[in-house]
């Protein structure tokens, strides 16, 4: 098992920015995720990153995140600029170790963290 722990979070305006970190315990991980969580809604990817560093994102969020993992610190990361207000959320950090079997589902990553809240004001 691998442990996620998520900071970061935190009180923004429009516009603003915030940087997401999520530290894991681990190095053998394949692929790490941002999820994200808002309050009557299913939790929703909001992108990856493989090893071998290729992203993807959702189209909510293109242009307006970045996500980048330094595997050497054990780290993930979620830079997010240009917030809406619609971005606020519990943001989560999830890994999947292997890639075998990974259809990219919610349900199939292995590990995520408790959360770190994002709220954006207007």
């Known amino acids: 098992q691998v442990q996620l722990v998520e900071s970061g979070g935190g009180l923004v305006q429009a516009g603003g920015s915030l940087r997401l970190s999520c530290a894991a315990s681990?190095?053998?991980?394949?692929?790490m995720g941002w999820y994200r969580q808002a309050p009557g809604k299913e939790r929703e990817l909001v992108g990856r990153?493989?090893?071998?560093?290729?992203?993807f994102y959702v189209d909510s969020v293109k242009g307006r995140f970045t996500i980048s993992r330094d595997d050497a610190k054990k780290m993930l990361y979620l830079q997010m600029n240009s917030l809406k207000p619609e971005d606020t959320a519990m943001y989560y950090c999830?890994?999947?170790?292997?890639?075998?079997?990974?259809?990219?589902?919610?349900?199939?990553?292995?590990?995520w963290g408790q959360g770190t809240q994002v709220t954006v004001s207007s």
């Open positions: 999830a890994a999947r170790r292997r890639l075998a079997s990974f259809g990219y589902k919610t349900d199939e990553w292995d590990d």
């Open positions: 990153i493989s090893n071998a560093g290729n992203t």
């Open positions: 681990s190095r053998s991980i394949f692929a």
